[in-house]
């Protein structure tokens, strides 16, 4: 895609609000940030426009981008907006958007922004719109609008989906609009504040890992072991309204389900900001339209890169259609995480083929210590490898501890390390020798619909899924002061895990 800008219009006149809605703090970070942090991966620039001196000091302290003030003397007026981005612009494509769109996603963006001819615009609103610089000829100091401009010049028309007109329509004018789309979030008793939720979708997997369900899954062609599409969303609404802002679909083998899809568009309308699926790979033939439909990061579960060992630790035979998906999704440019469990009798001894084959890639290889489960307790005694042999193998290949956060969960259970001439990230996630309790921000979903919440829960705990979402809500909240400080694996105390195939890992 060619560079393009984003102006966020901060000038406006924010009354009923009763302050300046881009430096509203939404859980301690200004709206203007929260925006700029969800859409920045689209952008080689970011402008804020605002309309006087004294909001463009207080814009400057907030950030270290670049702030204009639209001087017009037309305060507030989104088309000097327009015409102050198209003049300070350094690159040809401008996209503009008004501070509080904050339904406005990557995935409605990119869309626009491979439409042509310019200017373009969803359905006849002005906003989201992309400019041109050279559209600046057709300025004129009458007082005209955003769309009289766009229609003036024959604009490209996109026509939205249902999922993308319901995220065109938010609008935050109030302190009610922030709290109704942001929802009220949860803390647990030990102060965790909660807002990631994992939701498993199906028992179902079409695949044998010698670690998580060594006799498979008979019958998954035409078992039903799922979560009804209306269970599912109602779980994402009650989630959402109490705050959680990522989800992350699993199973089982989510891909599997036959609503994957809506479940992913659901979650997108309802404005999950993070939607990640983790996968065996196996089963999905085209990842693009689970990116149409709003998925913004992929975790596929690979252990090795040889196909003899593949078969042998998971009993699939698809190995190659799990390479050609993780190649998809990295020619979509999506966040692309691998999940390796290290495994002591059956590919610790080719883990460098892996991390010479990950080097290559823009993408985080994250090894996953073996846990262990009550089906193999036995297996976990011969396999179980501590994830600072593989660290140590990773320093020799010239890889360091990384300085920089994890994007998708900066306060997320791995370590990383990264290296000076690689595009590829490691990732280490070490339950038993580095427990990350205190950092745990989650709560799971079985598939049978049941709270779990932690992934060593002793027990499930009952759900009121036929409710409404409020009601759901409701106990979902009340259940919370269960939540236990931390669990004691390291002791020997796994819970009532007998493998991860409800609870999704
Ligand atoms: N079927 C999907 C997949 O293969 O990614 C999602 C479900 S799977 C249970 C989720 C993750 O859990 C996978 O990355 C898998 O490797 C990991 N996992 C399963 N059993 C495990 C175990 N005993 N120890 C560590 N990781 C495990």
Same mark, same amino acid.
Request: net charge neutral.
């Given at each position: 895609?060619?560079?393009?800008?984003?102006?966020?219009?901060?000038?406006?006149?924010?009354?009923?609000?009763?302050?300046?809605?881009?430096?509203?703090?939404?859980?301690?970070?200004?709206?203007?940030?929260?925006?700029?942090?969800?859409?920045?991966?689209?952008?080689?620039?970011?402008?804020?426009?605002?309309?006087?001196? #004294?909001?463009?000091?207080?814009?400057?302290?907030?950030?270290?981008?670049?702030?204009?003030?639209? !001087?017009?003397?037309?305060?507030?007026?989104?088309?000097?907006?327009?015409?102050?981005?198209?003049?300070?612009?350094?690159?040809?494509?401008?996209?503009?958007?008004?501070?509080?769109?904050?339904?406005?996603?990557?995935?409605?963006?990119?869309?626009?922004?491979?439409?042509?001819?310019?200017?373009?615009?969803?359905?006849?609103?002005?906003?989201?719109?992309?400019?041109?610089? #050279?559209?600046?000829?057709?300025?004129?100091?009458?007082?005209?609008?955003?769309?009289?401009?766009?229609?003036?010049?024959?604009?490209?028309?996109?026509?939205?989906?249902?999922?993308?007109?319901?995220?065109?329509?938010?609008?935050?004018?109030?302190?009610?609009?922030?709290?109704?789309?942001?929802?009220?979030?949860?803390? !647990?008793?030990?102060?965790?504040?909660?807002?990631?939720?994992?939701?498993?979708?199906?028992?179902?997997?079409?695949?044998?890992?010698?670690?998580?369900?060594? &006799?498979?899954?008979?019958?998954?062609?035409?078992?039903?072991?799922?979560?009804?599409?209306?269970?599912?969303?109602?779980?994402?609404?009650?989630?959402?309204?109490?705050?959680? #802002?990522?989800?992350?679909?699993?199973?089982?083998?989510?891909?599997?389900?036959?609503?994957?899809?809506?479940?992913?568009? #659901?979650?997108?309308?309802?404005?999950?900001?993070?939607?990640?699926?983790?996968?065996?790979?196996?089963?999905?033939?085209?990842?693009?339209?689970?990116?149409?439909?709003?998925?913004?990061?992929?975790?596929?579960?690979?252990?090795?890169?040889?196909?003899?060992?593949?078969?042998?630790?998971?009993?699939?035979?698809?190995?190659?259609?799990?390479?050609?998906?993780?190649? &998809?999704?990295?020619?979509?440019?999506?966040?692309?995480?691998?999940?390796?469990?290290?495994?002591?009798?059956?590919?610790?001894?080719?883990?460098?083929?892996?991390?010479?084959?990950?080097?290559?890639?823009?993408?985080?290889?994250?090894?996953?210590?073996?846990?262990?489960?009550?089906?193999?307790?036995?297996?976990?005694?011969?396999?179980?490898?501590?994830?600072?042999?593989?660290?140590?193998?990773?320093?020799?290949?010239?890889?360091?501890?990384?300085?920089?956060?994890?994007?998708?969960?900066?306060?997320?259970?791995?370590?990383?390390? !990264?290296?000076?001439?690689?595009?590829?990230?490691?990732?280490?996630?070490?339950?038993?020798?580095?427990?990350?309790?205190?950092?745990?921000?989650?709560?799971?979903?079985?598939?049978?619909?049941?709270?779990?919440?932690?992934?060593?829960?002793?027990? !499930?705990?009952?759900?009121?899924?036929?409710?409404?979402?409020?009601?759901?809500?409701?106990?979902?909240?009340?259940?919370?002061?269960?939540?236990?400080?931390?669990?004691?694996?390291?002791?020997?105390?796994?819970?009532?895990?007998?493998?991860?195939?409800?609870?999704?890992?």
């Amino acid at each position: 895609m060619d560079k393009a800008t984003l102006a966020l219009l901060v000038g406006g006149r924010s009354e009923r609000m009763g302050q300046d809605k881009g430096l509203l703090p939404v859980r301690g970070k200004p709206l203007v940030l929260r925006q700029i942090s969800r859409l920045k991966p689209l952008f080689q620039n970011i402008l804020i426009i605002c309309s006087s001196l #004294e909001q463009k000091k207080q814009y400057e302290k907030l950030s270290e981008y670049r702030v204009i003030c639209d !001087d017009s003397g037309n305060d507030h007026a989104a088309y000097y907006g327009l015409i102050c981005a198209l003049k300070n612009s350094p690159t040809q494509k401008v996209v503009v958007l008004p501070v509080d769109a904050i339904g406005v996603d990557v995935a409605l963006l990119k869309k626009l922004l491979s439409s042509h001819p310019f200017p373009a615009a969803y359905d006849g609103t002005p906003f989201p719109s992309v400019w041109l610089k #050279e559209h600046l000829h057709h300025w004129t100091a009458d007082e005209r609008s955003i769309l009289n401009l766009l229609k003036e010049l024959s604009f490209t028309e996109l026509k939205s989906t249902a999922c993308e007109d319901k995220l065109l329509k938010v609008n935050l004018n109030t302190p009610e609009d922030v709290r109704a789309y942001f929802g009220e979030p949860v803390q !647990d008793a030990w102060g965790r504040q909660l807002n990631y939720l994992r939701l498993s979708i199906t028992e179902n997997c079409n695949m044998a890992c010698r670690y998580c369900l060594p &006799q498979g899954f008979p019958g998954w062609e035409s078992a039903k072991a799922l979560l009804s599409f209306e269970g599912i969303s109602n779980i994402l609404q009650a989630f959402r309204s109490l705050g959680f #802002e990522k989800v992350r679909f699993t199973g089982g083998e989510p891909s599997l389900h036959p609503n994957l899809l809506p479940a992913i568009t #659901e979650a997108r309308s309802l404005g999950y900001e993070t939607i990640s699926l983790t996968t065996n790979g196996s089963y999905i033939r085209n990842c693009s339209s689970l990116v149409e439909a709003g998925l913004t990061h992929i975790n596929i579960s690979l252990d090795t890169i040889h196909e003899r060992t593949f078969f042998k630790i998971t009993g699939n035979k698809h190995f190659s259609k799990v390479l050609a998906l993780i190649d &998809q999704a990295l020619e979509l440019k999506m966040n692309v995480r691998i999940n390796t469990v290290v495994l002591r009798t059956q590919n610790f001894h080719e883990i460098s083929d892996l991390l010479e084959w990950a080097k290559q890639r823009p993408l985080t290889l994250r090894f996953i210590e073996l846990m262990p489960t009550n089906l193999h307790q036995a297996y976990f005694k011969e396999n179980w490898v501590s994830n600072e042999e593989v660290q140590r193998m990773a320093r020799s290949l010239g890889y360091e501890p990384s300085s920089k956060l994890d994007g998708l969960e900066p306060a997320g259970p791995a370590l990383l390390y !990264d290296h000076p001439q690689s595009p590829c990230r490691l990732g280490f996630i070490s339950p038993l020798s580095c427990n990350f309790c205190s950092r745990c921000n989650r709560l799971r979903v079985t598939a049978q619909g049941k709270l779990r919440l932690c992934l060593f829960s002793e027990n !499930d705990l009952a759900l009121p899924l036929q409710e409404s979402p409020e009601v759901l809500a409701k106990t979902i909240r009340a259940l919370l002061v269960e939540k236990q400080e931390g669990h004691i694996l390291a002791q020997g105390h796994m819970g009532n895990v007998a493998h991860f195939r409800g609870i999704g890992g």
